[in-house]
């Protein structure tokens, strides 16, 4: 177990940008803000007072009311903490403080050499990081008499190791999957209890069963489930689609731009060939697309550059937009069909029950040759077509029976 721990320590993380692999000056910056965040007293934790021996980690603040409201669902205990991971390294006590503070003087000149030797410049430096987190974490988790933590962000690379050390010193671990195949990050887990939000996730938990070092495992719902539009659930609720295709981004040729870490599989160059792929199908079938952006397109400061980057396509006329100001979750019944590589919002829209159809171009390991996701899955463009054209003429209730879905799905129209 320990070996693997290791292994998943040396995965390329999502907390700094691509740039960062090579900057000879990274560790400097990263101890240099792990310096001043000792002396400030950062909102690291909110207590809910319930007094369940349970607390919820998760990577930021933001979204502790849902995840509050999310575990309460379908654990059915109130919480007593929620622990914010990037904020874990703060002021709590002058004592801390220079314990802390002593760890990063006396690694920072062996961590900052090594850094200029190795590939990715990051990697030891974040390791430090990760290191004082998993104490703060700890420390939070012993002065508060927390029991079970109930443990979401299992996709960091320090998850398992932190868990293994929480386990060690006698904290239940239940970690949620989120609805992201585990292929992509999670196919070592170490935990007491693995909490699924999406069924083809148990069919991949006995496909990597040797590197999942789990006691029992629960099947829950996708994470943002809560959020879902309550006509959704409605028994009677019908379908009265708008437009034919639902084109959901992923925003892969933004985090490009943005510097973030590239998967390696060609993800921007697929999803762009994709979506103009389907604009050429919806112009010779004459029907209706609508583009669903993602929440990082949606932001603000990303407002203008989407909107330009989206320009040209919306010279169609069988090219649209939806509303920016709603989430894309509004947007499902709107359209007669989903088409994205593997957005984590698609896992919610079969869980609804709606027809969906995914492009993982270029994995050939995902999904399970063998399960029914597969049979929704397009590998190259042939296949969408093919797949479009079969599956645009299905009622839901014959799409979800004739590709074997009904297990991945409880709201079926």
């Known amino acids: 177990m320990l070996y693997y721990c290791g292994a998943s320590i040396f995965k390329d993380s999502f907390r700094y940008s691509n740039s960062s692999i090579k900057d000879n000056l990274i560790a400097i910056r990263i ?11 950062n909102t690291s934790y909110i207590n809910y007072k319930n007094a369940s021996s349970h607390a919820i980690f998760d990577v930021n603040i933001e979204g502790s009311e849902l995840r509050f409201n999310y575990v309460d669902k379908f654990d059915g205990v109130k919480n007593d903490l929620f622990i914010s991971k990037n904020e874990l390294i703060s002021f ?48 939070i988790l012993l ?24 386990m060690k010193n006698g904290f239940f671990i239940n970690k949620i999957s989120s609805e992201v195949p585990m292929y992509f990050f999670n196919k070592v887990i170490i935990a007491n209890q693995l909490s699924f939000c999406f069924a083809y996730q148990k069919e991949e938990f006995d496909k990597y069963k040797e590197t999942m070092f789990v006691e029992k495992t629960e099947l829950w719902a996708p994470e943002q489930i809560l959020l879902a539009p309550k006509r959704f659930f409605n028994e009677g609720h019908k379908l009265n689609p708008m437009y034919d295709i639902g084109f959901f981004s992923s925003g892969n040729w933004l985090r490009f731009k943005l510097g973030d870490i590239d998967l390696g ?11 103009q792929e389907l604009i050429k199908y ?18 603000e400061e990303n407002k203008v550059l989407t909107e330009n980057y989206y320009y040209q396509s919306l010279q169609n006329v069988e090219v649209s937009m939806a509303d920016f100001n709603k989430p894309s979750i509004e947007g499902f019944d709107e359209i007669k069909i989903g088409v994205s590589l593997y957005s984590t919002l698609m896992f919610e829209r079969i869980y609804l029950g709606f027809k969906t159809i995914l492009t993982p171009f270029d994995y050939d390991q995902f999904p399970i040759k063998q399960s029914s996701l597969n049979q929704i899955c397009a590998h190259n ?29 409880t709201l079926l129209h």
């Open 265 to 275: 599989h060609n993800d921007k160059e697929n999803e762009e060939y994709v979506f």
């Open 31 to 41: 101890f240099k803000t792990l310096v001043y965040s000792l002396f400030k007293k």
């Open 381 to 409: 463009i042939q296949q969408l077509y093919s797949k479009l054209d079969l599956n645009l003429k299905l009622t839901t209730a014959e799409f979800f029976e004739n590709n074997n879905l009904q297990n991945y799905s």
């Open 143 to 166: 002065k508060h008499k927390i029991k079970a933590v109930n443990y979401f962000c299992i996709y960091e690379r320090d998850s398992n190791i932190c868990s293994y050390i929480l």
């Open 282 to 299: 919806v112009k010779a079938k004459k029907l209706k697309l609508r583009i669903f952006t993602h929440p990082l397109e949606k932001r």
């Open 92 to 139: 709590y006590n002058i004592w801390m403080t220079i314990i802390l503070l002593f760890f990063l003087i006396t690694t920072f000149i062996p961590i900052f050499i090594s850094s200029i030797f190795t590939k990715n410049k990051y990697h030891y430096s974040l390791l430090v990081r990760e290191i004082l987190e998993c104490f703060c974490l700890q420390e």
